[in-house]
């Protein structure tokens, strides 16, 4: 197994979000709606961004997920819901 410390992690993190805000600064508005063909699909600059999106999302989840099996009653929570609307019970 390849593990990377906490500070790599995060460092590595901020790499990618910046090399992101730099991607979809140099995006022109008008051209969001223009198609491509990107591995394969027909999409639209918009679709592949929202497409590129979801798929970091997923792994932002499946890192927490493994790192909260790794650590077990190790793990903390450092934010947990303060009422209703944001899913307190």
């Given at each position: 197994?390849?593990?990377?410390?906490?500070?790599?992690?995060?460092?590595?993190?901020?790499?990618?979000?910046?090399?992101?805000?730099?991607?979809?600064?140099?995006?022109?508005?008008e051209?969001?709606?223009?198609?491509?063909r990107?591995?394969?699909?027909?999409?639209?600059?918009?679709?592949?961004?929202?497409?590129?999106?979801?798929?970091l999302?997923?792994?932002?989840?499946?890192?927490?997920?493994?790192?909260?099996?790794?650590?077990?009653?190790?793990?903390?929570?450092?934010?947990?819901?303060?009422n209703?609307?944001?899913?307190k019970?």
């Amino acid at each position: 197994m390849n593990t990377v410390s906490k500070k790599e992690l995060l460092q590595q993190i901020s790499v990618l979000d910046k090399k992101i805000q730099d991607t979809v600064l140099q995006i022109a508005p008008e051209s969001l709606l223009a198609h491509r063909r990107i591995q394969g699909f027909d999409e639209t600059v918009m679709s592949a961004l929202i497409a590129a999106l979801t798929h970091l999302e997923l792994h932002t989840g499946q890192i927490s997920f493994l790192t909260k099996l790794m650590l077990d009653k190790d793990y903390k929570v450092y934010w947990k819901p303060l009422n209703k609307e944001q899913g307190k019970e």
